[in-house]
């Protein structure tokens, strides 16, 4: 299964996401600060040429997703 397919069988709108976090490292985000501000990125899971969105999801893969109004905490 990829990112957009759990998406799909959970019914939310790609559009309505703000941040998407794969076992705790960013994975997807709105906003511009999430990387400057210390984030890791899970940029390493998403196959080559390929969006985020079909970035494959393993059986043991913790899924975190963030509505637009919910904004990553700044500390």
Do not use: K
């Amino acid at each position: 299964m990829i990112l957009r397919q759990l998406l799909d069988r959970l019914g939310i709108p790609p559009e309505e996401l703000g941040h998407v976090f794969l076992n705790g490292r960013l994975l997807l985000t709105c906003s511009p600060m999430a990387l400057w501000l210390g984030y890791t990125d899970a940029a390493d899971r998403v196959p080559a040429g390929q969006t985020a969105w079909e970035t494959p999801l393993r059986p043991d893969d913790r899924v975190a997703l963030f509505g637009q109004d919910m904004a990553l905490l700044v500390v």
